[in-house]
């Protein structure tokens, strides 16, 4: 730890995975370093959601080490991994719908207060702290407004906002572009921007080219279980990647 | 770590919602609310008997009757699962209650030495500690209760069986058990204690009904629960969205587990406060109040998709049945007329907040 600025915030050596016959992921290796965005991407079935559900803890690997701020980690559900500071926005956003966005930030670590034996929720303090996200991520979000009022953006802006909850180091985001209105694609990657200031490493997970050149500083190809290529953005092209993704260059 | 912020947000685009369209003045149970109050009105209009003291107690008791059970039933509800059991369990659970009663009562029985003995005069049965025979018999019926809400929440939220199968299977299995413990004659609370137990399920204090009065307390432990505490949290975010209460790491197998024991326990509690006011326990007891629940609870606007519901919800959706049944029959219209009507309003009420949701 006494180099904490050389040492990658994720890395993964090895990252194998079977399910039954299917060989879905195969001798991955990668590494993220503290306040860098990197783009995912690869072709339905290329392994990248094999890959996103095993840095999040909702599969183990058949192989491989996953290393953590440098120690090795071993995650059996998603709470596991969340405990050492990786959050992931999925695809879906994981929202109740019926909940209000302060609710939804908070859920499953609510904040109390204690009254003698009882433990209620601290509505007060969920609602500030909420509200004091929604203004780091710049998104006009009423804490106590129901989630199934918001825009696109606004729900985004819940998801993401749950993540800076408890000083994630990785976020992950699955497709946080992909349901959404140009005008909030613009939103979404803003707050990608914040949180790659506050030193956040971001793994982005899309198939949408313009964003992935917008905001990532290092673009992952996968294709068939393998990493085919892992090149800084500015030495590579919209052109190249595709054609690394339909598999026209082997690799790169 | 607060960042500080450079500049409050400013909301420039996005309006504050108005009052009246959040919160319970958007809700289904707001406007059930207002019919009620509307019907109060037409009923005060249409009988000078209604708003009498004695027609009010006979209301506030008969509603507290389902009431304490469409409670339960709703935190299954605001789930997203049913319970079609609470009829067979407020049975199963009063006849146990009685039957330990009455066994504990009993001066010549190996269990009954223990409780009571018999007065000089050779006749009256005295209990050695005044009210502990009535404690452990409402703890005995309430434990089953238990037991049946355990294997429910274990079958639906451990082996993943849909609630509607598993609760009709125990409707099933708790009715028939009720037959088999009692050879299919029911049975009645027994021995000195039993009229502590009277006083203490259809008693009244100072005029009030006692159901009433539980009603009341448990209603308010429930508002406390669903919207003051974590666990309540977890039920309605289950409700809303149950892979998103798994993956922000909701403990979702305990919570189920948790509100279908809630829900037997206020069934059997139900069911033991129904026997007192009956002075007994037949074994055809509270045959088909699952639905009579049921569309208390639905009336009320909880969400049979999940999500919605509350104490306010269910109590309302109670009075307005007990109101509508208690109308009739000042009305002097035949009370066959009462299920009808009772279907009537549960599609009404479910089909204006259909309407209202699409005009927002």
Not at chain 2, 297 to 316: F, R, S
């Given at each position: 730890?006494?180099?904490?600025?050389?040492?990658?915030?994720?890395?993964?050596?090895?990252?194998?995975?079977?399910?039954?016959?299917?060989?879905?992921?195969?001798?991955?290796?990668?590494?993220?370093?503290?306040?860098?965005?990197?783009?995912?991407?690869?072709?339905?079935?290329?392994?990248?959601?094999?890959?996103?559900?095993?840095?999040?803890?909702?599969?183990?690997?058949?192989?491989?080490?996953?290393?953590?701020?440098?120690?090795?980690?071993?995650?059996?559900?998603?709470?596991?991994?969340?405990?050492?500071?990786?959050?992931?926005?999925?695809?879906?956003?994981?929202?109740?719908?019926?909940?209000?966005?302060?609710?939804?930030?908070?859920?499953?670590?609510?904040?109390?207060?204690?009254?003698?034996?009882?433990?209620?929720?601290?509505?007060?303090?969920?609602?500030?702290?909420?509200?004091?996200?929604?203004?780091?991520?710049?998104?006009?979000?009423?804490?106590?407004?129901?989630?199934?009022?918001?825009?696109?953006?606004?729900?985004?802006?819940?998801?993401?906002?749950?993540?800076?909850?408890?000083?994630?180091?990785?976020?992950?985001?699955?497709?946080?572009?992909?349901?959404?209105?140009?005008?909030?694609?613009?939103?979404?990657?803003?707050?990608?921007?914040?949180?790659?200031?506050?030193?956040?490493?971001?793994?982005?997970?899309?198939?949408?080219?313009?964003?992935?050149?917008?905001?990532?500083?290092?673009?992952?190809?996968?294709?068939?279980?393998?990493?085919?290529?892992?090149?800084?953005?500015?030495?590579?092209?919209?052109?190249?990647?595709?054609?690394?993704?339909?598999?026209?260059?082997?690799?790169? | 770590?607060?960042?500080?912020?450079?500049?409050?947000?400013?909301?420039?685009?996005?309006?504050?919602?108005?009052?009246?369209?959040?919160?319970?003045?958007?809700?289904?149970?707001?406007?059930?609310?207002?019919?009620?109050?509307?019907?109060?009105v037409v009923m005060h209009f249409a009988s000078p008997y209604f708003f009498t003291e004695?027609?009010?107690?006979?209301?506030?008791?008969?509603?507290?009757?389902?009431?304490?059970?469409?409670?339960?039933?709703?935190?299954?509800?605001?789930?997203?699962?049913?319970?079609?059991?609470?009829?067979?369990?407020?049975?199963?659970?009063?006849?146990?209650?009685?039957?330990?009663?009455?066994?504990?009562?009993?001066?010549?029985?190996?269990?009954?030495?223990?409780?009571?003995?018999?007065?000089?005069?050779?006749?009256?049965?005295?209990?050695?500690?005044?009210?502990?025979?009535?404690?452990?018999?409402?703890?005995?019926?309430?434990?089953?209760?238990?037991?049946?809400?355990?294997?429910?929440?274990?079958?639906?939220?451990?082996?993943?069986?849909?609630?509607?199968?598993?609760?009709?299977?125990?409707?099933?299995?708790?009715?028939?058990?009720?037959?088999?413990?009692?050879?299919?004659?029911?049975?009645?609370?027994?021995?000195?204690?039993?009229?502590?137990?009277?006083?203490?399920?259809?008693?009244?204090?100072?005029?009030?009904?006692?159901?009433?009065?539980?009603?009341?307390?448990?209603?308010?432990?429930?508002?406390?629960?669903?919207?003051?505490?974590?666990?309540?949290?977890?039920?309605?975010?289950?409700?809303?969205?149950?892979?998103?209460?798994?993956?922000?790491?909701?403990?979702?197998?305990?919570?189920?587990?948790?509100?279908?024991?809630?829900?037997?326990?206020?069934?059997?509690?139900?069911?033991?406060?129904?026997?007192?006011?009956?002075?007994?326990?037949?074994?055809?007891?509270?045959?088909?109040?699952?639905?009579?629940?049921?569309?208390?609870?639905v009336i009320g606007g909880a969400n049979l998709a999940g999500g919605i519901g509350g104490?306010?919800?269910?109590?309302?959706?109670?009075?307005?049945?007990?109101?509508?049944?208690?109308?009739?029959?000042?009305?002097?219209?035949?009370?066959?007329?009462?299920?009808?009507?009772?279907?009537?309003?549960?599609?009404?009420?479910?089909?204006?907040?259909?309407?209202?949701?699409?005009?927002?």
């Amino acid at each position: 730890m006494t180099k904490a600025e050389a040492t990658p915030v994720l890395e993964l050596t090895g990252i194998g995975k079977e399910f039954g016959a299917i060989r879905a992921l195969h001798g991955v290796d990668l590494q993220v370093q503290p306040g860098e965005v990197v783009g995912l991407m690869g072709d339905n079935g290329a392994g990248k959601s094999t890959l996103v559900k095993i840095i999040a803890g909702n599969f183990r690997p058949s192989h491989g080490e996953i290393r953590f701020a440098g120690n090795a980690v071993h995650f059996n559900r998603p709470v596991d991994a969340r405990g050492v500071g990786i959050e992931v926005v999925y695809q879906d956003l994981a929202l109740a719908d019926n909940l209000t966005a302060a609710a939804n930030v908070f859920l499953g670590r609510e904040l109390k207060r204690r009254f003698g034996p009882l433990a209620l929720l601290d509505h007060k303090a969920m609602a500030a702290r909420a509200l004091e996200l929604f203004g780091e991520l710049r998104s006009e979000t009423r804490p106590d407004d129901l989630v199934k009022q918001m825009s696109g953006g606004q729900r985004q802006a819940v998801a993401i906002a749950r993540t800076r909850l408890s000083n994630a180091r990785l976020v992950m985001m699955d497709e946080p572009t992909a349901a959404i209105s140009v005008r909030q694609v613009e939103q979404v990657l803003g707050l990608i921007h914040r949180l790659k200031e506050q030193g956040v490493a971001v793994m982005l997970i899309s198939h949408r080219m313009p964003d992935v050149f917008a905001v990532c500083d290092r673009v992952i190809v996968m294709r068939r279980g393998e990493k085919r290529a892992d090149k800084p953005i500015h030495q590579t092209s919209p052109e190249e990647v595709t054609a690394l993704i339909t598999g026209a260059k082997e690799a790169a | 770590m607060a960042m500080p912020l450079e500049s409050p947000i400013s909301f420039t685009n996005v309006g504050r919602i108005k009052w009246w369209q959040r919160g319970i003045f958007a809700s289904q149970t707001g406007y059930v609310l207002l019919a009620l109050a509307m019907l109060l009105v037409v009923m005060h209009f249409a009988s000078p008997y209604f708003f009498t003291e004695g027609n009010m107690q006979n209301v506030a008791k008969n509603f507290s009757f389902i009431a304490i059970a469409t409670l339960g039933v709703t935190f299954v509800i605001i789930t997203g699962g049913i319970d079609l059991s609470v009829g067979s369990m407020m049975c199963f659970s009063a006849m146990i209650t009685s039957m330990v009663m009455t066994e504990l009562s009993a001066p010549g029985s190996p269990a009954g030495s223990l409780f009571v003995h018999m007065a000089a005069d050779g006749k009256t049965v005295l209990a050695n500690v005044p009210g502990l025979i009535l404690l452990i018999s409402i703890l005995a019926g309430l434990g089953v209760a238990l037991i049946a809400g355990l294997v429910n929440g274990f079958c639906i939220a451990v082996l993943g069986l849909s609630p509607f199968v598993t609760t009709l299977g125990m409707l099933s299995i708790v009715r028939g058990l009720g037959y088999v413990v009692s050879n299919g004659r029911g049975s009645f609370p027994g021995g000195p204690d039993a009229d502590y137990f009277y006083a203490l399920t259809s008693g009244d204090v100072l005029g009030v009904p006692v159901p009433f009065i539980y009603l009341v307390i448990l209603a308010l432990a429930m508002a406390v629960v669903l919207h003051h505490s974590s666990f309540g949290r977890h039920v309605f975010a289950l409700g809303g969205n149950e892979k998103a209460a798994e993956l922000t790491g909701i403990p979702v197998v305990r919570v189920k587990i948790e509100v279908y024991v809630i829900c037997a326990l206020a069934a059997g509690l139900q069911g033991i406060i129904i026997s007192g006011w009956l002075g007994s326990a037949p074994a055809n007891m509270a045959t088909s109040y699952e639905l009579n629940v049921i569309a208390a609870a639905v009336i009320g606007g909880a969400n049979l998709a999940g999500g919605i519901g509350g104490p306010l919800g269910a109590i309302v959706g109670c009075v307005l049945l007990e109101v509508i049944r208690n109308g009739l029959v000042l009305a002097q219209v035949s009370s066959y007329w009462q299920q009808t009507l009772v279907g009537v309003i549960i599609i009404l009420a479910v089909l204006v907040d259909r309407i209202r949701s699409r005009m927002t």
